[in-house]
C-alpha cells in the first residue's frame, strides 16, 4: 500500500498534514485527510480512518493489512519532524510511504524552502 504525507505551510493555518493514498492515487482519487500540527499517532490514526480508502489499509481482497499504529506513528513523527525545522520550511512531502505490514518505508521525499 502506498501512501503520501505532506506537510504544507498554509498562511492561514500554519503546518499543516495530509495523509491519503499514495502514488497515482492520491490525484486520481484526491482522497486526503487533513490535520493542522501539531498532532499526535491517535489523530494520525483517526485521519487515516477518515479516507475514503481506508478499507485498504485493512488488507482489502488478500492484501497483508497496514499495521495502522506503525503507521500513525511514522506519519506523527514525520510531523513533528517538519515542525522541528524551523520557519524556513515550505512544504515536505514523502510520496510514496510503503507501508506492508509494519513495515513503514519512505521511497520518495521533496523538501521546499521559503527565502
Request: aromatic share 4%; no cysteine.
Amino acid at each position: 500500500m502506498e501512501l503520501l504525507v505532506g506537510v504544507v505551510r498554509d498562511p492561514g493555518w500554519g503546518l499543516t498534514l495530509a495523509v491519503g493514498l499514495g502514488g497515482v492515487w492520491v490525484e486520481v482519487l484526491r482522497d486526503t485527510a487533513l490535520r493542522v500540527l501539531p498532532v499526535d499517532a491517535a489523530e494520525v490514526r483517526r485521519a487515516l480512518g477518515e479516507l475514503r480508502g481506508a478499507r485498504l489499509l485493512e488488507g482489502a481482497r488478500g492484501t497483508e493489512p497496514a499495521d495502522l499504529g506503525a503507521v500513525a506513528a511514522v506519519v506523527a513523527r514525520i510531523a513533528a519532524f517538519a515542525q522541528g525545522l524551523g520557519d524556513r520550511l515550505e512544504s515536505l512531502e514523502i510520496n510514496p510511504l510503503l507501508v506492508t505490514g509494519s513495515r513503514v518505508e519512505a521511497l520518495d521525499a521533496l523538501v521546499t524552502w521559503r527565502d
